[in-house]
């Protein structure tokens, strides 16, 4: 009979150098057998709900953390026993098991790379290092995650040189940097009381004297679904996805000059067109909507400002502007808002467009929308027009320049070739940063895409 050994797993950066995850279930129990790369718990970060696949094949000993816990990075999350000899299966990537894929045998303190390709590594001592991506996630139609896509095969990591403490930047998180910037501290004089010295927001605060005093627990506290009979008001937790969008509006809003500008069309003809789309042979089975040829408006219309497809790059007093649109979409999940986006959708074809847009959306109401979708954006829609609204004022998603917001179709009395007729009238709004957009490129880019969808045929003037 072979030995046998414990080993930990710990849980890895699981994006842009997220500090935290929640677990929200485990799929598996003290006791359970299971295989390499089998799915063992679904967490979700600030970014997405991810599966975490096993790094191990053998028998759970310990689940550490309950669901709804929230974990830092580098903390033991589950324990496995395993042959003592067990090596990766010929399944695995290349070096899987063996390059400290989050995991450290009892007692031996190993290096924690992240789960999906990219973030901080995160040394024995807690601090994270930055690597370069080294693998693309393997994406099947449909948007929906390859099996084999939560794996990593991790490059070689070489031990990063060690910087004198003189030279060394506090460590923090950049919403933590702008807290102590607004109240004027230095963050070198801050203890840092998180993983490995991390300062962290409750930190800034205690150090200012400004610390928020702590939420008191009612005695019998509310479930997620509602208050108990009694209480005069509920708490709840601000974390996951809530936490991440708070922070990223308030960092939009405080950060980047706002301006938005309104334009009401007249998009009859917009869908009409649509109409016909429908029962062509190239669009059979394919969902199309207003918001399809408000996308493709869009990305006609950013050929000639492509002033609304860049970002204001303040730590080197840059302005980049992008030679591609990856299409972010506004999306209301259960979790609540997210904005994943299309990866190079200038270059699709409409009915492409199309299905790339439904898989978006899909993808998004179930849960499953990725990091690696979530990150890189160049400009976004907002839908209001589906919850009813006629136009309001969108607010940028960070590092963007821009984002347009649509409204609601509506039935009204419209001047039509010198009449009054009923038409479809559609009201848009844009909201742009006024750093790297000026009102002139900003009206233009604004008239474009009303001219578009007030007259589809426009498009030909534009390409």
Same mark, same amino acid.
């Given at each position: 009979m072979?030995?046998?050994?414990?080993?930990e797993?710990?849980?890895?950066?699981?994006?842009?150098?997220?500090t935290e995850?929640?677990?929200?279930?485990?799929?598996?129990d003290v006791?359970?057998?299971?295989?390499l790369?089998?799915?063992?718990?679904?967490?979700?970060?600030?970014? !997405?709900?991810?599966?975490?696949?096993?790094p191990?094949?053998g028998?759970?000993?310990?689940?550490?953390? *309950?669901?709804?816990?929230?974990?830092?990075?580098?903390?033991p999350?589950?324990?496995?026993?395993?042959?003592?000899?067990a090596?990766?299966?010929?399944?695995?990537?290349?070096?899987?098991?063996?390059?400290?894929?989050?995991? !450290?045998?009892v007692?031996?303190p190993?290096?924690?790379?992240?789960?999906?390709?990219?973030?901080a590594?995160?040394?024995g001592s807690?601090?994270?290092t930055?690597r370069a991506?080294n693998?693309?996630?393997v994406?099947? @139609?449909g948007?929906t995650?390859?099996?084999?896509a939560?794996?990593?095969?991790p490059? +070689?990591?070489?031990p990063?040189?060690?910087?004198?403490?003189?030279a060394?930047?506090?460590?923090?998180?950049p919403?933590?940097?702008?807290l /102590?910037?607004?109240?004027?501290l230095?963050?070198a004089?801050v203890?840092?009381t998180?993983p490995?010295? &991390?300062?962290?927001?409750?930190d800034? *605060?205690?150090?200012?004297?400004?610390a928020?005093?702590?939420?008191m627990?009612?005695q019998?506290?509310?479930?997620?679904?509602?208050a108990r009979?009694g209480?005069?008001?509920?708490?709840?937790?601000?974390?996951?996805?809530?936490?991440h969008t /708070?922070a990223a509006?308030? *960092?939009? @809003?405080f950060?980047a000059p706002?301006?938005?500008?309104?334009?009401?069309v007249?998009v009859?003809?917009s869908?009409e067109l &649509?109409?016909?789309l429908k029962?062509s042979?190239e669009?059979a089975g394919?969902? &199309?909507?207003p918001?399809?040829?408000?996308?493709?408006?869009?990305?006609? @219309?950013?050929r000639?400002?492509?002033?609304?497809?860049?970002?204001?790059?303040?730590e080197? *007093?840059?302005?980049?502007?992008?030679?591609?649109?990856?299409?972010?979409?506004?999306? +209301?999940t259960?979790?609540g808002?997210?904005?994943?986006n299309?990866?190079? !959708?200038?270059?699709?074809?409409?009915?492409?467009?199309?299905?790339?847009?439904?898989?978006? +959306?899909?993808?998004a109401?179930a849960?499953?929308?990725t990091?690696?979708d979530?990150s890189?954006?160049?400009i976004?829609?907002t839908?209001?027009?589906v919850?009813g609204?006629d136009?309001?004022?969108?607010?940028?998603?960070p590092g963007e320049?821009a984002?347009?917001?649509?409204?609601?179709?509506?039935?009204?009395?419209?001047?039509?070739?010198?009449?009054v007729?009923?038409r479809?009238?559609l009201? &848009?709004?844009?909201?742009?940063?006024?750093?790297?957009?000026?009102g002139?490129q900003?009206s233009r880019?604004l008239?474009?895409?009303?001219?578009i969808l007030a007259?589809?045929g426009?498009?030909l003037?534009m390409?």
């Amino acid at each position: 009979m072979s030995a046998t050994m414990i080993k930990e797993f710990r849980l890895p950066d699981l994006g842009e150098g997220l500090t935290e995850s929640e677990i929200l279930s485990w799929k598996v129990d003290v006791g359970d057998t299971v295989s390499l790369n089998q799915v063992i718990a679904e967490v979700e970060t600030a970014k !997405a709900v991810v599966e975490l696949p096993s790094p191990f094949a053998g028998v759970i000993k310990e689940l550490h953390e *309950q669901p709804g816990s929230v974990v830092e990075v580098g903390k033991p999350i589950v324990s496995f026993e395993v042959a003592d000899d067990a090596g990766p299966s010929p399944s695995a990537p290349s070096g899987a098991a063996g390059a400290g894929y989050g995991e !450290a045998a009892v007692d031996t303190p190993k290096r924690e790379p992240n789960l999906v390709g990219y973030g901080a590594v995160v040394e024995g001592s807690g601090r994270p290092t930055r690597r370069a991506r080294n693998f693309a996630p393997v994406v099947e @139609a449909g948007g929906t995650m390859a099996p084999e896509a939560g794996l990593v095969e991790p490059a +070689a990591v070489q031990p990063a040189p060690v910087e004198g403490k003189a030279a060394e930047r506090p460590r923090s998180t950049p919403p933590v940097r702008k807290l /102590a910037k607004d109240l004027g501290l230095d963050l070198a004089q801050v203890p840092g009381t998180g993983p490995g010295g &991390l300062i962290t927001r409750e930190d800034v *605060q205690e150090f200012s004297g400004h610390a928020a005093e702590p939420a008191m627990q009612a005695q019998g506290a509310a479930s997620p679904g509602g208050a108990r009979p009694g209480e005069r008001e509920t708490r709840t937790a601000i974390k996951g996805v809530r936490k991440h969008t /708070a922070a990223a509006m308030v *960092q939009s @809003a405080f950060t980047a000059p706002h301006a938005t500008e309104f334009l009401t069309v007249d998009v009859t003809p917009s869908l009409e067109l &649509l109409a016909k789309l429908k029962t062509s042979r190239e669009f059979a089975g394919i969902k &199309l909507t207003p918001l399809t040829l408000a996308a493709k408006a869009l990305l006609v @219309a950013l050929r000639r400002n492509p002033a609304l497809n860049s970002r204001w790059d303040e730590e080197n *007093q840059e302005i980049v502007t992008f030679n591609y649109v990856n299409l972010g979409i506004a999306a +209301a999940t259960p979790r609540g808002l997210t904005v994943p986006n299309i990866k190079d !959708a200038e270059a699709l074809p409409l009915p492409q467009l199309a299905q790339a847009l439904t898989a978006l +959306a899909e993808t998004a109401r179930a849960g499953k929308t990725t990091p690696a979708d979530l990150s890189g954006g160049t400009i976004s829609i907002t839908n209001i027009g589906v919850f009813g609204i006629d136009a309001g004022t969108p607010i940028l998603n960070p590092g963007e320049a821009a984002i347009l917001g649509l409204g609601a179709v509506r039935t009204m009395p419209w001047e039509y070739r010198g009449e009054v007729a009923l038409r479809q009238v559609l009201t &848009l709004s844009l909201s742009f940063d006024h750093r790297l957009v000026d009102g002139e490129q900003g009206s233009r880019f604004l008239a474009d895409v009303g001219a578009i969808l007030a007259e589809p045929g426009m498009v030909l003037t534009m390409v």
